[in-house]
């Protein structure tokens, strides 16, 4: 606020034109309130006065000389805050209407008032002028709307990316710049009650064309609490977006993909358990390799049982080679003893497979049935192949106890590629 100098002052109280206009003001007495539409011109002659917002004091006016309501008067609009007597205090009054005849009679306390509002007016020039600096150091798009949503500056960036003119924004409401008002509203009233509101999505179409602008919005209160200023931080992630709608139909068309493909892949598991849970019976299906295990298994259990009992390697390894050679159907045979212990162990193959030092036969029982059918996971050495083959396990006995076992792997068996080695 403005104030008149100490002479001036003196001609004021001196001058009898003047001394109808002088009030005193009791201490708590309001002068005007905030919004009131009065255009009076008041000058500060004694005391102190206080500048409230909102019923909050947020500055006080207590220097002589000073001018206050002169911007309502010149400017036509209403009360920007509430002044109050802070101590009994004296002022002059100038009606609205007295002004313009102040002006020919006392042209020296015009000029002081109408310099007082000059000097106010070019205050929020240079503050405006500031602001949009300050802007323009900002590497975001910025745009700034005051309390009443009304955009007063902006930067080129924010120009470049609405694709406004500067001219034709200021004034606008911020929100219509935007596709959705509403919802630039609603992030508005977030920011009034959190402050700050960070990364929503705003859209503005401009021929035709869509930008996604994720969008911050500050909201500035002054001293009072009362709004004063918006600020809103543009960045355009229209590629960002753009890419996640076409991840998302993507994923969307996979997932229907899969929806689609889902009983087929189910039968052909299904059929795939069915293939390996098949039972032996049906896999045992040619009666001239049934005959034959029988045969071998009998014939080559009287001719090794002493052997084993004796541990002959030599008569073992002969006899097994020779049943290998002559039948012509297996991949392979193993000879263990009653503790799993492999005495022998022949494959037509001796590089690819792997020689196994305890043959798993937990599910073999020297009881009922003289023979059992194994299912058996193996790898070649080098692990390159794993595969479930069949093995067909006989009892050698000697006096009726079980002294070992033979086990064959004919060439038939062979199922399916299996998952492990032996176990």
């Given at each position: 606020?403005?104030?008149?100098?100490?002479?001036?002052?003196?001609?004021?109280?001196?001058?009898?034109?003047?001394?109808?206009?002088?009030?005193?003001?009791?201490?708590?007495?309001?002068?005007?309130?905030?919004?009131?539409?009065?255009?009076?011109?008041?000058?500060?002659?004694?005391?102190?006065?206080?500048?409230?917002?909102?019923?909050?004091?947020?500055?006080?006016?207590?220097?002589?000389?000073?001018?206050?309501?002169?911007?309502?008067?010149?400017?036509?609009?209403?009360?920007?805050?509430?002044?109050?007597?802070?101590?009994?205090?004296?002022?002059?009054?100038?009606?609205?209407?007295?002004?313009?005849?102040?002006s020919q009679n006392l042209p020296w306390l015009h000029q002081s008032i109408c310099q007082s509002l000059a000097h106010k007016m070019k205050r929020t020039t240079e503050l405006n002028l500031s602001l949009s600096e300050l802007c323009n150091l900002i590497p975001d798009s910025v745009i700034v709307?005051?309390?009443?949503?009304?955009?007063?500056?902006?930067?080129?960036?924010?120009?470049?990316?609405?694709?406004?003119?500067?001219?034709?924004?200021?004034?606008?409401?911020?929100?219509?710049?935007?596709?959705?008002?509403?919802?630039?509203?609603?992030?508005?009233?977030?920011?009034?009650?959190?402050?700050?509101?960070?990364?929503?999505?705003?859209?503005?179409?401009?021929?035709?064309?869509?930008?996604?602008?994720?969008?911050?919005?500050?909201?500035?209160?002054?001293?009072?609490?009362?709004?004063?200023?918006?600020?809103?931080?543009?960045?355009?992630?229209?590629?960002?977006?753009?890419?996640?709608?076409?991840?998302?139909?993507?994923?969307?068309?996979?997932?229907?993909?899969?929806?689609?493909?889902?009983?087929?892949?189910?039968?052909?598991?299904?059929?795939?358990?069915?293939?390996?849970?098949?039972?032996?019976?049906?896999?045992?299906?040619?009666?001239?390799?049934?005959?034959?295990?029988?045969?071998?298994?009998?014939?080559?259990?009287?001719?090794?049982?002493?052997?084993?009992?004796?541990?002959?390697?030599?008569?073992?390894?002969?006899?097994?080679?020779?049943?290998?050679?002559?039948?012509?159907?297996?991949?392979?045979?193993?000879?263990?003893?009653?503790?799993?212990?492999?005495?022998?162990?022949?494959?037509?193959?001796?590089?690819?497979?792997?020689?196994?030092?305890?043959?798993?036969?937990?599910?073999?029982?020297?009881?009922?049935?003289?023979?059992?059918?194994?299912?058996?996971?193996?790898?070649?050495?080098?692990?390159?192949?794993?595969?479930?083959?069949?093995?067909?396990?006989?009892?050698?006995?000697?006096?009726?106890?079980?002294?070992?076992?033979?086990?064959?792997?004919?060439?038939?068996?062979?199922?399916?590629?299996?998952?492990?080695?032996?176990?």
């Amino acid at each position: 606020m403005s104030a008149l100098s100490e002479i001036e002052l003196q001609r004021i109280l001196a001058d009898p034109s003047l001394a109808p206009f002088i009030q005193e003001v009791q201490e708590g007495k309001v002068i005007f309130y905030e919004g009131d539409e009065s255009q009076d011109i008041y000058i500060l002659l004694e005391g102190s006065l206080e500048v409230k917002k909102s019923g909050k004091i947020i500055s006080m006016i207590t220097k002589p000389g000073e001018i206050f309501g002169e911007m309502a008067s010149l400017l036509d609009k209403k009360r920007s805050a509430t002044i109050k007597a802070h101590t009994h205090s004296k002022i002059l009054k100038i009606p609205h209407e007295e002004f313009q005849v102040m002006s020919q009679n006392l042209p020296w306390l015009h000029q002081s008032i109408c310099q007082s509002l000059a000097h106010k007016m070019k205050r929020t020039t240079e503050l405006n002028l500031s602001l949009s600096e300050l802007c323009n150091l900002i590497p975001d798009s910025v745009i700034v709307a005051n309390f009443e949503k009304k955009i007063i500056q902006t930067n080129q960036s924010a120009l470049e990316l609405v694709e406004g003119i500067y001219e034709q924004l200021m004034g606008t409401e911020v929100q219509d710049i935007f596709e959705d008002p509403s919802k630039c509203l609603q992030y508005m009233h977030m920011a009034e009650h959190e402050g700050t509101v960070r990364d929503q999505l705003l859209t503005i179409t401009k021929n035709n064309i869509t930008k996604y602008l994720s969008t911050t919005i500050t909201c500035l209160k002054d001293p009072t609490g009362k709004i004063s200023t918006y600020i809103f931080f543009l960045k355009d992630v229209t590629k960002h977006v753009r890419l996640e709608k076409r991840l998302k139909t993507i994923s969307r068309f996979v997932f229907i993909l899969i929806l689609v493909c889902l009983p087929f892949i189910t039968y052909t598991l299904y059929k795939q358990k069915e293939l390996n849970l098949k039972p032996p019976d049906k896999i045992l299906n040619s009666s001239n390799v049934i005959e034959k295990l029988k045969h071998d298994s009998k014939s080559l259990s009287g001719a090794i049982s002493s052997a084993i009992i004796g541990n002959d390697i030599k008569i073992l390894q002969k006899q097994v080679t020779d049943t290998f050679s002559q039948s012509g159907i297996y991949n392979r045979i193993i000879v263990i003893d009653k503790n799993k212990n492999v005495l022998f162990d022949y494959y037509k193959d001796q590089l690819s497979k792997k020689k196994i030092q305890k043959y798993p036969i937990g599910q073999l029982s020297e009881a009922g049935a003289s023979f059992k059918v194994l299912r058996v996971y193996e790898s070649d050495k080098d692990n390159s192949t794993n595969r479930i083959v069949l093995h067909i396990a006989y009892r050698i006995e000697k006096d009726k106890n079980v002294i070992g076992w033979i086990i064959f792997e004919p060439k038939e068996l062979d199922i399916a590629d299996g998952i492990s080695e032996f176990n």
